[in-house]
């Protein structure tokens, strides 16, 4: 399980939304929360310095949506392996193969719940151990 002290970054155009996230997430241990209201907002908070270990965001958002967020994310060296999850309304494969293929490390179909994003926390912490193991084989 990810470490109960990382920093989140939960960016969605609906306040209901990241709260309802946050409120998951809290149930699950967690107590460090940034809130942004669109892709612009988040990535000017990283842009700033802001550090964050872990990043939700929604997939339709005005000013930049979650996938041109992810885009620039992923385009910043120190946030290459910063795990991402996509929050989506949509259940198109054709979107969630895209956000996995510019580096989505997982994505939550709404409406979430707890048991999903536990599951998916925990799918993704397992898969980012393993991936570290291997390298350290090599």
């Known amino acids: 399980m990810f470490d109960h002290q990382s920093k989140f970054l939960i960016v969605d155009d609906a306040i209901a939304m990241r709260t309802t996230v946050i409120n998951f997430l809290k149930e699950i241990g967690f107590s460090n929360f940034t809130e942004a209201g669109n892709g612009k907002l ?18 339709h958002m005005p000013e930049l949506t979650g996938l041109e967020l992810l885009k620039k994310v992923r385009a910043l060296p120190a946030w290459k392996t ?3 999850f996509m929050l989506t309304s949509e259940t198109e494969k054709g979107m969630m193969i895209q956000a996995v293929s510019l580096g989505a490390s997982n994505y939550i179909t709404k409406p979430v719940n707890l048991e999903t994003i536990k599951a998916k926390l925990d799918s993704t912490y397992a898969r980012i151990q393993k991936q570290k193991a291997e390298a350290a084989k090599t």
């Open 42 to 59: 988040a990535f000017d908070l990283i842009e700033s310095g802001k550090q964050f270990d872990i990043i939700f965001s929604d997939h």
């Open 82 to 84: 910063v795990p991402f």
